[in-house]
């Protein structure tokens, strides 16, 4: 079992920036690829970032590379997502979750957090 806790998350204005957390325990976090998701209210869970189980290899939802950036520290059992230049349309709960292998698909990630919310005002 892992047990992922999201935080960081809060109300912006457009233009400003938050930095999310996962924090992880329980089995060893490098032993998992760490994705983040986002839920925006009535549309399903979207990719945003993944990377992988010691922090080689990232990938990004393409429309949103640029101004996020996802990082891990193994040593401290943490996900960070970096969000820049934020839109009211990256309003959503955000959501961190642990995968086997690294990838884009949602069905893949057997850990997840509860959710932290993310309001962009504009």
């Known amino acids: 079992q892992v047990q992922l806790v999201e935080s960081g998350g809060g109300l912006v204005q457009a233009g400003g920036s938050l930095r999310l957390s996962c924090a992880a325990s329980g089995r060893t976090a490098s032993n998992y690829a760490m994705g983040w998701f986002r839920q925006a209210p009535g549309k399903e869970r979207d990719f945003v970032a993944a990377i992988s189980r010691w922090g080689g290899d990232v990938r990004y939802n393409a429309a949103l590379k640029g101004r996020f950036t996802v990082s891990r520290d193994n040593a401290k059992n943490t996900v960070t997502l970096q969000m820049n230049s934020l839109k009211p349309e990256d309003t959503a709960v955000y959501y961190c979750?642990?995968?086997?292998?690294?990838?884009?698909?949602?069905?893949?990630?057997?850990?997840w957090g509860p959710g932290t919310q993310v309001t962009v005002s504009s």
């Open positions: 979750a642990a995968s086997p292998f690294l990838t884009e698909s949602v069905g893949s990630y057997v850990y």
